[in-house]
């Protein structure tokens, strides 16, 4: 069934609130440093402006509606071109709530992310006033759409070698509130720990890679590498594998 998921992001609330959540970004970005980051996006009309970095490439990929990601490259959610652990920063804005495997893109997400790379996401809250509004207008735009609450996103990318550091809730409290509340961009000391923050209008995910906890063994040297060094004793050469 063909669908134009146009209308979904470029009505007024929606892009009022995703412009809210790039803002809250700021403080995050501005410590983020290194040689390339990935911006993956739900569409092509969501606001593509980043807060300011420190990072020296930025590739931009929003979804279209034949479920290819296109902008600086063009690929499947679950096949990214890209080096492992060759991304310092991946911000995913409201992308996996369009995919039917979401799992997927997760697992391809953790790979291109380098270890200590920070991994931000984004999604709509499924507890909050905006859910019937945001559904209502997904249906009337024939579009796939399904929102995932912070703690189940969290669980998924913590099953890739994620690790979760905290979640913030941002944004209005309902889509027809022009402003955000107070602080909507102040974390919450574990999932829901503010009553009134769990019924923002979207969830931020702020997570790093492991670092491999894997050291390379020294191995002992063998008697033919031992020959070739005849000036120091045999004993100088040990060493713990």
Same mark, same amino acid.
């Given at each position: 069934m063909?669908?134009?998921?146009?209308? *979904?992001? #470029?009505?007024?609330?929606?892009?009022?609130? $995703?412009?809210?959540?790039?803002?809250?970004?700021?403080p995050?970005l501005?410590?983020?440093?290194g040689?390339?980051g990935? *911006?993956?996006?739900?569409?092509?009309?969501t606001p593509?402006?980043?807060?300011?970095h420190?990072?020296?490439v930025?590739?931009?990929l929003a979804?279209?509606?034949?479920? #290819?990601?296109?902008?600086?490259?063009?690929? $499947?959610?679950?096949?990214?071109?890209?080096a492992?652990?060759?991304c310092?920063?991946?911000?995913?804005?409201? $992308?996996l709530?369009?995919l039917h495997d979401?799992?997927?893109?997760?697992s391809?997400l953790a790979?291109?992310?380098?270890?200590?790379?920070?991994?931000l996401?984004?999604?709509f809250?499924?507890?909050?006033?905006?859910?019937?509004?945001?559904a209502?207008?997904?249906?009337?735009?024939?579009?796939?759409?399904?929102?995932?609450?912070? #703690?189940r996103?969290?669980?998924?990318?913590?099953?890739?070698?994620?690790?979760?550091? #905290?979640?913030r809730?941002l944004?209005?409290?309902?889509?027809?509130?022009k402003?955000?509340?107070?602080?909507?961009?102040?974390?919450a000391s574990?999932?829901?720990?503010?009553?009134?923050?769990?019924?923002?209008?979207s969830?931020?995910?702020?997570?790093?890679?492991r670092r491999?906890?894997?050291?390379? $063994?020294?191995?002992?040297?063998d008697?033919r590498?031992?020959?070739r060094?005849?000036?120091?004793?045999?004993?100088?050469?040990?060493?713990?594998?």
């Amino acid at each position: 069934m063909s669908f134009d998921s146009s209308s *979904f992001y #470029q009505h007024a609330a929606v892009k009022r609130l $995703l412009e809210q959540e790039l803002a809250a970004l700021a403080p995050i970005l501005a410590g983020v440093y290194g040689t390339a980051g990935l *911006f993956l996006r739900a569409h092509a009309a969501t606001p593509a402006a980043l807060p300011a970095h420190l990072l020296g490439v930025m590739l931009d990929l929003a979804l279209d509606d034949g479920r #290819q990601l296109r902008g600086s490259l063009s690929c $499947l959610p679950d096949e990214l071109p890209l080096a492992s652990e060759s991304c310092k920063l991946v911000v995913v804005q409201h $992308l996996l709530e369009r995919l039917h495997d979401p799992a997927a893109c997760a697992s391809e997400l953790a790979r291109v992310l380098a270890p200590e790379g920070v991994l931000l996401v984004l999604g709509f809250n499924s507890l909050s006033l905006w859910q019937p509004w945001l559904a209502g207008k997904a249906a009337r735009a024939g579009m796939p759409f399904k929102s995932r609450s912070a #703690q189940r996103c969290a669980a998924m990318m913590g099953g890739q070698g994620i690790d979760i550091l #905290q979640a913030r809730y941002l944004g209005a409290l309902s889509p027809w509130s022009k402003t955000a509340p107070a602080h909507s961009g102040d974390a919450a000391s574990g999932f829901g720990a503010n009553a009134l923050a769990g019924f923002r209008g979207s969830w931020l995910l702020l997570a790093r890679k492991r670092r491999s906890a894997l050291t390379p $063994l020294r191995l002992r040297r063998d008697a033919r590498e031992l020959a070739r060094s005849p000036q120091l004793a045999p004993g100088a050469h040990r060493e713990c594998a």
